[in-house]
């Protein structure tokens, strides 16, 4: 069952994949930085702001009214998720494996380590091109 999909904005340049389970209030976070990212993102004071921007939007969409449930206080479980594809450089792929990540949960597919993460990358990119555009690009 997929949640709420997230892309979270961490660092000045970074950004992570998310998954928000709303019946356990978990976060399951895919990072293609790996885990000193997620590290720095839990302990940068993102996730007490990121929990207090999804406390208001429940709040502003009626979420628990809807549902005639009290509101409870969210207390959020951040959960890094293991074996994610990783960046193969710090060259700005991370918003390629959001999009790579949103890809394969929202159509069932597990989301794996991959083989060879410079050259998915670009396969992806291509994949995007095709998709939107109706065409690839060229050679880069």
């Known amino acids: 069952m997929v949640g709420v999909i997230l892309s ?3 660092s000045p ?9 709303l019946a356990s209030m978990e976060v399951h976070i895919y990072d293609s ?3 000193v990212a997620y590290l720095k993102f839990k302990s940068d004071g993102t996730v007490t702001k990121f929990e207090s921007q ?3 939007y429940l709040d502003k969409i009626n979420y628990w009214a809807r549902r005639n449930i009290p509101r409870i206080p969210l207390n959020m479980q951040f959960i890094y998720e293991e074996n994610v594809p990783q960046q193969s450089s710090h060259l700005g792929d991370y918003g390629v494996f959001v999009c790579m990540f949103t890809e394969q949960l929202v159509t069932g597919q597990p989301i794996r380590e991959l083989i060879d993460p410079k050259n998915a990358t670009l396969e992806f990119r291509q994949w995007m091109a095709k998709k939107f555009w109706g065409s690839s690009l060229g050679p880069m």
Do not use: K
């Open 8 to 10: 979270i904005h961490s």
């Open 13 to 21: 340049n970074h950004w992570l994949f998310g998954e928000l389970r």
């Open 33 to 35: 930085l790996g885990r």
């Open 54 to 56: 999804v406390a208001n």
